[in-house]
């Protein structure tokens, strides 16, 4: 499965977390959600700038064995988070009625070869 169809996924997914779940939006309540192992499926935008900001957040999740998804603009990732403005994460704590969906995204990711527990 190519990368942007992971990367819509990973937008349904959050889009129905936001409804039905709960999300947390931005890189430090991302790391938050990461360090302490709540998160369910972390995105990054691929397009922060300065990329420090974002870069220690994949790392984590691969530590934590978390699923995450590098997107690529963060104006769609903020729009997706139903935010007015661009985010450069987001993290899903609880899946609400994104749970299929999240499990598809980890799947595609499994197959893509990043290491995940689920």
Known sequence: M??????EMAFEAVEHAKTSGKIKKGANE?????EKGTAKLILIAKDTNPKEIVMHIGPLCKEKNIPFVEVDRKDELGTAAGIPV???AVAVIQEGDAKAKIKRVVEALKSEGQKTTE
């Open 86 to 88: 661009s985010t450069t």
């Open 30 to 34: 991302a790391t938050k959600a990461a």
């Open 2 to 7: 190519d990368n942007k169809k992971i990367q």
